[in-house]
């Protein structure tokens, strides 16, 4: 996985652009890993893992080691190593006092 990369959920329609890279890890959404190419059976979602992704919004670590832009929605939720990628806030802009 590098940044510019594309990846597909295994279980829906998700795809992220990845943006950030961790040094190693495994990204997975839905509780299955995301691959470069799907292939023509979709897994089941995990439960635990249904939350759902939103076009547009950047997912990230609490540790900031990776960053995932959402190019495609889909049901399942995006983790790193189990863990899952919490939404990305917006920076606030400065103040035009």
């Known amino acids: 996985m590098k940044a ?8 829906d329609d998700t795809e992220v652009m990845v943006i950030k890279a961790p040094a190693a890890g495994a990204v997975s959404c839905g509780g299955l890993p ?5 292939s ?3 897994g089941a979602i995990d439960p635990a893992f249904s939350e759902g992704t939103k076009m547009g919004k950047r997912y990230t670590d ?7 832009l959402c190019i ?3 049901q399942g939720s995006l ?16 103040s035009s006092d």
Request: avoid cysteine.
């Open 4 to 11: 510019g990369g594309k990846l597909k959920s295994a279980v």
């Open 34 to 38: 995301m691959v470069d190419e799907r």
């Open 40 to 42: 023509g059976e979709k």
């Open 62 to 68: 609490a540790a900031g080691t990776i960053e995932l």
């Open 72 to 74: 495609k929605p889909g």
């Open 79 to 94: 983790a790193l190593d189990g863990t899952p990628l919490l939404l990305k806030d917006a920076k606030p802009l400065p």
